[in-house]
């Protein structure tokens, strides 16, 4: 460690700095879930329906809401993957928790297979079908079937056969209507996304190979090659849209959302039947398309980050995006949390940010306390005799002053973070966001308090040598003399049996440098040198702030440790 930086000070700001960036993160990945209309399908009597987070709305064959079904009613805990509906209205769909591991996450970023078997490890959790009506459900297949990330599923109203892509291991599965497997998984794919049967042949979105497939959809020559179609023309390559996820049949046309790198910011392009690209869809520049579902005489477009559904004309014209009660219900209350959770991961930059602006004032602070013209250790060794004159020493009033700045520096800028984030909470007229964004700001003001409060206990004190006798006063007043060879230091700290005076580091001193290295420390020979684990000891038998505060950083160092492990 730098010694120019007092180890409290920087097991503090450490502290700090990953509970900001933890902050963060979580903050970021709260919002990021609480996203708009996602996956869009159609029940067997031609009813519409939209998937926004854990709830289902549905529409009429017009558009015009009817419903919205909450899934936490029959278990789903988060909502993952895609679901259809069989013949007589029921639907299939995924419950339980998310149970990806970071490994499973590693996995999948870097283009690996997840191997891990797709039966659950809890009877209630994994593929269910379910009646929304009365929301009992029953599990698919006799041992059950579980798909713990994403996948897709498309299902034959003609025999309620079950088409399945296992999109994070590659593989297109086929089972029956109750779960039984028709064929084995065909693999040869990378993160299949979107499929379905058109015309006797099964089509299916391959995302990294950048094309859709398509396959033999009956069981006996399952998965076996017919042709695979080019979906990137020029245009998408150029925007850098060359991910197809989701497509749909559109009269004699076929619409494909081809997606960017990060799975997001996908853009719509047409093609004819023979899969020659048309046109590409006008969307606004911040859109962020998922499924694409043919409704009569219109294409609904979910929008995930800007909570609409849009809607064209089956030529590609814009219309009036969806207009569902049921819809805005939902998002008026997920626009509130993200927005809560976006302002809360902004925090967590900005304590970060005034952590980092904290050190620059401090190490300023300390530049200024150095002696360029500090003698070296060999010149110092090569002193001839020391200086056994009365010695009386305190600490260096410019660096008080220049600390004192520091932290007064800090109070303002907690004033006026304080301040506006009251503005900005009054200006968005939920006050009740002051109270998760004051967690960041309490941390960074007790970091200051702290500080502070160690400061304060190096001023005021006093070291005194004259002859073979060390006097101590330290900063309550009490004073403490004794014979050298009594006296106990290390390189940052002087002590009797009742008082401790704090030095400061050798580079960072709280005294003046010279006085410490060259008048001070050469005269302690009969003294015992202990070390800093000792005089940690000796500054908490001693109650001295220094250790009190040392002590309290590693147990939350510890605490955090402990906390990130076990989350």
Not at 66 to 73: A, G, K, M
Not at 260 to 285: C, H, K, S
Not at 499 to 516: M, N, Q
């Amino acid at each position: 460690m730098n010694s120019d930086v007092h180890p409290v000070v920087a097991a503090l700001v450490l502290i700090m700095t990953g509970l900001a960036i933890g902050v963060w993160m979580w903050g970021s990945g709260a919002a990021a879930r609480l996203g708009g209309p996602a996956e869009l399908n159609v029940g067997p009597d031609g009813h519409r329906y939209v998937q926004i987070q854990n709830y289902l709305v549905e529409h009429d064959e017009e558009g015009a809401y009817l419903r919205t079904y909450d899934l936490e009613v029959m278990d789903v805990e988060l909502f993952l993957g895609g679901f259809a509906f069989f013949s007589n209205g029921d639907i299939l769909l995924r419950r339980g928790p998310d149970p990806r591991s970071f490994l499973d996450n590693l996995r999948a970023y870097s283009r690996e297979t997840n191997q891990k078997s797709i039966v659950p490890e809890e009877p209630r959790n994994g593929v269910f079908r379910c009646n929304l009506e009365s929301s009992s459900c029953e599990r698919f297949g006799e041992e059950g079937i579980d798909f713990k990330a994403a996948y897709s599923v498309y299902i034959d109203w003609q025999t309620d056969e079950v088409y399945i892509s296992d999109t994070t291991r590659h593989l297109l599965r086929k089972y029956s209507a109750t779960g039984v497997e028709l064929a084995p998984p065909v693999d040869g794919f990378e993160f299949p996304n979107q499929l379905m049967v058109h015309d006797g042949q099964l089509l299916v979105a391959d995302t990294n190979h950048h094309v859709i497939r398509i396959l033999e959809p009956l069981s006996s020559m399952y998965g076996d090659a017919i042709d695979r179609k080019d979906v990137v023309p020029a245009p998408a390559k150029t925007a850098r849209q060359t991910w197809p996820s989701h497509f749909a049949r559109v009269g004699e046309e076929w619409w494909v959302n081809n997606m960017q790198t990060g799975m997001n910011r996908g853009g719509i392009y047409v093609f004819d039947n023979d899969w020659e690209f048309l046109r590409r869809v006008a969307l606004p520049t911040d859109a962020d398309p998922i499924a694409i579902l043919a409704v009569g005489d219109a294409v609904w477009v979910s929008d995930w980050n800007n909570d609409v559904v849009r809607r064209f004309s089956l030529s590609g014209e814009p219309l009036a995006s969806l207009d569902s009660a049921g819809f805005e219900t939902i998002l008026a209350a997920s626009r509130q949390e993200r927005l809560k959770f976006t302002l809360l991961s902004y925090a967590g930059v900005g304590v970060v940010a005034f952590l980092l602006l904290g050190l620059m004032v401090r190490a300023f602070a300390l530049s200024m306390n150095r002696n360029p013209a500090r003698r070296s250790a060999d010149a110092h060794e090569e002193a001839p005799q020391v200086d056994k004159t009365p010695l009386h020493l305190e600490p260096d009033g410019k660096l008080r002053k220049r600390m004192n700045r520091a932290l007064g520096l800090a109070a303002v800028l907690m004033f006026l973070s304080v301040g506006l984030l009251m503005y900005l909470t009054s200006q968005l007229e939920k006050p009740d966001l002051l109270l998760y964004l004051m967690a960041p700001l309490a941390g960074a003001f007790t970091i200051v308090v702290l500080i502070a409060w160690v400061n304060s206990a190096n001023w005021g004190t006093a070291v005194s040598l004259d002859g073979n006798t060390v006097t101590l006063r330290d900063h309550t007043g009490r004073q403490s003399s004794c014979p050298i060879r009594e006296i106990r230091y290390d390189d940052t700290a002087i002590a009797t049996q009742d008082v401790v005076v704090i030095l400061g580091r050798p580079k960072a001193r709280i005294y003046a440098h010279d006085a410490i290295q060259e008048r001070l420390l050469p005269r302690l020979g009969e003294a015992r040198k202990v070390s800093p684990i000792e005089m940690l000891k000796i500054q908490l038998q001693l109650m001295h702030p220094q250790g009190l505060i040392a002590v309290l950083a590693i147990v939350a160092v510890i605490v955090y440790a402990v906390f990130q492990l076990a989350t």
